[in-house]
Structure formats: C-alpha cells, structure tokens
C-alpha cells in the first residue's frame, strides 16, 4: 500500500503504510522487510526534501542488508547515499558511494546497477566541470544499456551527453544526442522526458537562429 500512495504522490501516507509494516516486521525479526521500508521511507523522505533523514534510513537499510549479506540491497542503498551527497553538493562524497556501489554491483554481474552508477558518476563528474571523465562515464553507461537493451537507460545517456556537447557550443553534437535520446523516449512512452527533451531540442533551434 505504501508504494501504492507513493507513486500516487500521497508521501505523509505512503510514510504511514511503510512505518505500519515496520511495526510488524521488527518485533518478528523479518530483516528482508526492515532493509526494504526502510530503503523506501528514505526514499520518500529523500523525495520530500529532508535529505539528512533519508540518508539515516538509507543508513539503516544498508546496516540491515550487510546483516543479511545482502550484496544487491547493499550496492542499491550505496548508490541512494550517494545520491543524497550528490544533491547536497558533497561530489568527492558521492563519488565515493557510487564507487561502492559500482564494486558490489560489478562482481553479480548487475548491468542494470552498474550502467546506472556509470552515468550517476557521469553527473558528477558534470557538476565538476570534468567534460572529458564525464563523457567517459556517460559512454561506460551507454553501452552497458545497449548491451541488455535497455532502451530509456540509452536514452538517459543520450540526453545527458548532448547536455555536455552544448556546455562544449557544440550545438551539432547536441541536438544529435536530443534526437537519439527523443526517440528512445518515445518508443518507451517515458512522457516527461520526452516532453523536456523537446523543450531542450526547441531552445537549442531558438539559439542557432
């Protein structure tokens, strides 16, 4: 049910149904359940803008997977910190947690996990002014998503190389990634990513005339 009003945007009653299955799983011993509500009320928490208390039950869910040996639960809850360092500007920080995340995710074989810690680095390395490393991880991310055909995961590197090619003003290389990253969006039917890459691709036309 949590999930259920989360996806619907309802936070405060998505925390309620995470929290009320809490309450049943702890005094049972049910760590599989503890290492998922609390990896989504970080979430909601994350998405809420309360950034210290996501990372808490980030931290929790983490602690609760390494007791279960749990490499997957592990590499996601890395990748989720990460992520809240990323947005609080710490980059050398989320570098670092998305480098974890990265080597739990390389040896289980997760192309999923790794092309999406790839790009997420990718970010940084934007953030940073690093154009180059950036592009590097970018393209380690692409073509890990081609590889299983993971038609939005190309798409999201796509978009993001062609934001790199336009702080490069090479205005060319940019509306060619748009249109890539477009089409792919469209064949997955991903509505707000098509709409904001065709809002770039128009600004880009506005620019060149």
């Known amino acids: 049910m949590g999930t259920v009003y989360q996806t619907q945007g309802d936070l405060d009653k998505a925390l309620e149904y995470y ?20 990896g989504n009320m970080g979430v909601v928490y994350k998405t809420q803008g309360e950034l210290d208390k996501a990372f808490e039950y ?28 990323q947005i ?7 570098l670092e947690y998305y480098q974890k995340s990265l080597e739990v995710y390389e040896p289980l074989g997760s192309k999923e996990g ?3 810690q790839y790009g997420n680095m990718g970010n940084v ?12 991880y970018y393209q380690k991310s692409l073509e890990i998503n081609e590889s299983f055909g993971s038609k939005e995961g190309m798409a999201n590197q796509y978009a993001n190389m062609g934001i790199l090619s ?13 249109e890539k990253a ?10 707000p990513q098509i709409e904001q890459v065709s809002i770039w691709l128009a600004e880009l036309e506005n620019t060149k005339e």
């Not at 279960?68 to 989720?80: D, F, H, I, V």
């Not at 609080?88 to 989320?94: F, H």
């Not at 390395?125 to 590097?136: N, P, V």
């Not at 477009?182 to 509505?191: I, T």
């Open 19 to 38: 929290q009320m299955s809490l309450e049943i799983d702890e005094p049972l011993g049910h760590k599989e359940g503890m290492a998922c509500q609390y």
């Open 58 to 85: 980030y931290q929790k869910s983490l602690e609760v997977n390494e007791s279960l040996g749990s490499k997957e639960g592990m590499a996601r809850q890395y990748g989720n910190m990460g992520n809240v360092y």
């Open 88 to 94: 609080q500007g710490e980059l050398d920080k989320a």
């Open 114 to 116: 790794m092309a999406r």
């Open 125 to 136: 390395y934007l953030e940073k002014g690093e154009l180059d490393k950036a592009l590097e």
């Open 166 to 178: 336009e702080l490069q003003d090479d205005l060319n290389q940019a509306k060619a990634h748009w």
């Open 182 to 191: 477009l089409a792919l969006f469209e064949q997955v039917g991903a509505q």
